[in-house]
């Protein structure tokens, strides 16, 4: 029976390190700068864009256009599907059986990266 129990555990962790081996590496999604991401990917970035509504702000003379609101070397991050669509209704889960779940939604100053093999900056 041991014998066949130290069989059985190793063809579970065979399995195992082949199931890991087969995931597909995800591809670089995020850049340090600009300059960076050009040189990597070969593609420019001609502008930079932004919410509707920050367009509107910037049109009244509100705010800056945004090339004057980035920082200097801004991280630049491909989306994972696609950007998202701006304004709506932002639907919170809040129960008071829920404990903590809200601290899970916040933007880290530092986060793993998409194939958690490295830290990057969270908050860009």
Do not use: C
């Not at 190793?10 to 960076?36: C, R």
């Not at 509100?62 to 639907?91: A, C, F, M, N, S």
């Amino acid at each position: 029976m041991r014998k066949l129990t130290v069989i059985l555990l190793s063809v579970v962790i065979a399995l195992l390190g082949l199931t890991t081996m087969s995931v597909a590496k995800d591809s670089q999604a995020y850049w340090n700068t600009p300059q960076e991401y050009e040189e990597t990917t070969g593609n420019k970035i001609e502008k930079f864009h932004e919410a509707p509504m920050l367009r509107t702000m910037v049109a009244a003379g509100e705010i800056p256009p945004v090339e004057k609101r980035l920082p200097e070397d801004p991280q630049v991050i491909v989306p994972v599907e696609e950007i998202g669509q701006y304004g709506g209704t932002w639907h919170l889960p809040d129960d008071p059986w829920m404990g903590n779940l809200r601290m899970i939604m916040y933007d880290p100053p530092v986060r793993w990266n998409r194939d958690y093999t490295a830290y990057i900056p969270g908050l860009v």
